[in-house]
């Protein structure tokens, strides 16, 4: 059962519980609110192209744990194919979709962790790595929806951590012998609420005197202290207000949803903490981390996106009998050269 | 009593009962609705700075037909000094709404229509001229809202409008001894369901055999077979939904608002009508339009919404610690870089 | 002795007596000649970087014909992997020059004639590709620079060739028992004075009617009738004005030599002929050869070159205690930013 | 006499003997050499525009010193009309020349010298601003060809004048009670050594210790010390090497030629001394002279330029056929919406 249906994914998620504000007022279902609704619809999307016999080779890989066939949002890339098959699945799932396809930022963050929980331990003698495979193991085998989130508010950008509020970046504010208990937050966490588990990297590169900041863990949705702030945008708004009127933005998935993440004294047991105090490792878990999502999200997954506006602006074209108009035909082609150019630089980028 | 106070522009609006849906729903009360009453509130301030001595120069004119003090907004450009003062107007009022001003359109039409009627009677002997003079009197007396409507819906734009349903342009269906009755439609009417009156004119060049496109006429707010259905924006419905939680947009006068105005068999009466067949007219009725219209609507409105969303860039990266960095100097430089080059062209154009 | 060394190469191009004008006067000796020198200084160098052991693998190939160890610059690519490293060997050329190698175009004419002339004959029963492979085979051995030329010079663009002065363009005026005769000329031919072959391919989609003109060949340097008039840069006369001061431009290879080569009744015998009135394959031979030459000319030739004007560049700035100016070092690192945009395509283009 | 004919201006410059190095070579004779020859007939083209009846009303002003005609040149402007016309003289010189007018730089700096000059007498009690306006009469009455320069060759430019070879900038090394001793040198200079006379201004903004090299003045052509070196460019030698074959750059006035003017222990007596040690007044110097220079010289000239370079760009695409050729004529179009943007510009900072 490590690659479950689309049916699986919504009955599960539909148990979840998180404490969740939307334009001021708390969500009490996610199943029901038109804009959560809408990050559940296009990860039920997901589930089943997975399962699609079509899309097998792009969607699934087999765990470099187990041996196992899991969901690619699961792996962790072992060679320059996965790393093509990564594009390619974040290109599908963009056409599909119009939208996020929300399994995306953590997908990026597990290679990042097993990588550097390695390192760490190897200098160390910590034992962040092992960690981490438990973690990744439990993941495959439920098949699980892994967010991350790595941006912390910031406040003045001029300032450290330490000279302001020392609540806007997340930080451990105790070390317990079962645990450790955090505070701060994230922002612009994609799909967070409505995900099974949030991984948390840190948002910035650590200098001495900043180790509480040095952190990466998990937390399970719906953990006591844990609170979602909807970041939504307007035109998933519309989708309550004109139920019959979907004319603007996508009308199946709705916007790409985020939120803000507030840790308020949050409990994270030891077993899933992936750093904590390790200063000289935070560079290398954001560099290995926006290497790859550059390359699949800012990249691949935009190319996608593309393929849709450049086929519905030929569309409108067309519809207006403007298709054989010079400066248009000109202009889509740009369009194309344009989408072109970005799919080849980030295909180079999974071999350099 | 040429130029009425905002309350007194507000007692007026409230009166009117135009035919509008929004959202597939019809609105019943322009003060009451959320998006209908951005509009009103935008256009009251245009009343308000109107009679600020502050701003007296640039916001009032003195009639050419009766030398009596009058809204520039009904005013025919007399000399390049007036053609100066119009710009002024165009980007103060963009940099105190934030939106609209909703008396430009109309604006820009009254002197097209005031030279090419002249230009028409003068070569036919018709009294299209005097016609306008006679309406034009009577809106700066009551120093009406007075708004205007060019683009035709077209359909496919390949064809002509006979080559297809004929009811896509705005055009006579009946000539009567006491006025003509009109079909078609105008899209990208801005604010005209909450105007006083809606100039129509001819949205293309005619040729031959497209004598009943040839079009010009003013029709009242509310008059019967007339529908305004309101091409909303996202950002304007959001006021309605989240009236505690303004984030995004403008806050007090919402997004520009424009509507589709559906013509079904609408009596004109020959006093309000300002062309009716001269095809070779139609031409000259755009250009003198555009030109102007894109000087001041396309010109120093944005220079004037420049000013403000440089002003707030600065701030958010002041906000943010950030004023002194580099490349968003840089990026903050260009913009005004930009903003002085378009404000140099238009400026030009009052001069060539 | 299929790949020979830089002094046999200069030995035999000092026997080489064309017909040349440059500036209005005719040149008596390549090697003599400051431009023409230039040339065969930067052709010598490619000989020597191909027998360099450091290079070997990108500029060396083995002949599919004969199995024997030849220069890349004649090699019919037969894998990806031939095309990525032919891009390798444009790169390299560029940065070891500065300026063209001179053996480059005819070396993109090779593969598209190899499967084009396979096509005719597949197509037609005609003997074309065993004749080109036996010219190939014979350059092979000799390790002889080809040059090569498309574009005639048309004249009036918006006329077909045989709508104006017939001459304009390469054809055929006569059919003979041992040959053709032809009339015509084409421009923009790169280093063709200075190379022992020149071949010759269409330079539009002929159409019917146009058979004449259908025509492909190569020519040996110093045929009768054939004159050419080198389209020089001032830059190159500089070199000329100056010798004791080659402040501007390429003071080794001067800048890239293109000439106007006229052909008055030019006798080709039938197996140097490799297409002869067959219309419908015209496209065929522009667009293969098209293909290769945009990938390797347009795109990583440009490159090396970009490599180089990169780190001028930035040697610039450190000159002029400029490197650490934050919009000087933005500019430097958006050229990275291009060339590697282009390098990214460029290699896509192999893949795809 | 205040206003010459070309050939008195012809006559006199023939006369004149600067110490000059173009190529390494010694220049014995300014009118016989291609290039200085070529800047001696475009400076003559402009004293025959001056006594053009048609461009009198450009080229021509009346002196505010003597209320005698002068060329507009050597002019201060004393409203913005006078800016207006400068602009329409530097654009008009262009399309006429299509090549620097070397009476331009001069002429900017000039009225930054009445300001300026002015400014310190009034603080300082100094009487500099009595010298200049004895040396501007005395260049009206001569109608004198006025050359400038102000940048200094400047070396490592992360460092100031004195932190590293004193004489890369043009300062005061002798102070005697008849005149200053100066050494250094300035680049860039226009025509400059076929002018009568050069105006020298501060290149950098000074501070405290730099009070040596706060200096204005103004220099004779021929003056001991002074050496002139040719920044020459390689078209205009070609002018020389191929006189019967100018296919490219400007046949008749070649490019604009500019100079190195090093100044070895040059003597320049008090009364051509506009400023001496004031370094509160270098800024002030160098502002005003830029605000004109960038409004004439980097606007209206190039705008001039554009003109011919738009109008042989529509030749050539009518040469070829091609005028009608959609992607073509939208490019050209392009070029006359730049130009009239710079246009609108400059136009523009003539009011503000």
């Not at 609110?33 to 619809?41: E, K, L, Q």
């Not at 995306?104 to 390192?119: D, F, V």
């Not at 012998?177 to 099974?196: E, R």
């Amino acid at each position: 059962m490590a690659i479950i249906t689309e049916q699986e994914y919504r009955n599960r998620i539909a148990k979840l519980k998180p404490r969740l504000f939307i334009g001021g007022k708390r969500v009490e279902s996610l199943t029901d609110h038109p804009i959560t609704r809408g990050v559940i619809d296009a990860t039920a999307r997901v589930y089943e192209l997975t399962l699609d016999p079509q899309y097998k080779d792009t969607m699934q890989s087999l765990s470099h744990l187990t041996g196992e066939p899991i969901s690619r949002a699961l792996h962790i890339h072992q060679s320059r194919d996965d790393l093509h098959k990564r594009l390619d699945m974040a290109r599908l799932s963009s056409q599909k979709l119009g939208t996020c396809n929300y399994r995306c930022p953590g997908n990026e963050m597990l290679p990042s962790l097993a990588a550097t929980t390695w390192e760490i331990d190897h200098d160390k003698g910590t034992d962040y790595h092992q960690r981490f495979n438990n973690f990744l193991k439990y993941a495959q085998e439920k098949d699980l929806v892994v967010s991350g989130s790595v941006t912390d508010p910031k406040g003045d950008r001029s300032k450290r951590p330490l000279e302001q509020d020392p609540d806007y970046y997340v930080h451990v504010v105790e070390k317990r012998s079962d645990g450790i208990v955090v505070c701060g937050a994230k922002q612009h966490a994609t799909g967070a609420y409505a995900a099974d588990e949030t991984l948390v990297l840190p948002g910035i590169s650590c200098r001495k005197g900043e180790e509480d900041y040095a952190l990466a863990f998990v937390v399970p949705n719906g953990t006591e202290g844990v609170t979602y702030i909807g970041q939504y945008t307007p035109f998933s708004v519309e989708r309550e207000c004109e139920p019959d009127n979907r004319v603007i933005g996508n009308p199946l998935y709705g916007q790409r949803e985020t939120c803000l993440i507030v840790f308020d004294h949050v409990f994270i047991p030891w077993e899933r903490v992936f750093m904590c105090g390790e200063i000289e490792y935070t560079q290398s878990f954001i560099t290995r981390f926006a290497k790859t999502h550059r390359m699949n999200c800012g990249g691949a997954c935009k190319v996608g996106f593309m393929d849709l506006i450049i086929g519905a602006s030929q569309l409108m074209a067309e519809y207006n009998g403007l298709a054989r108009v010079s400066h248009i035909a000109q202009k889509i082609t740009r369009m194309l050269q344009l989408n072109d150019t970005s799919l080849a630089c980030v295909e180079m980028a999974t071999e350099k």
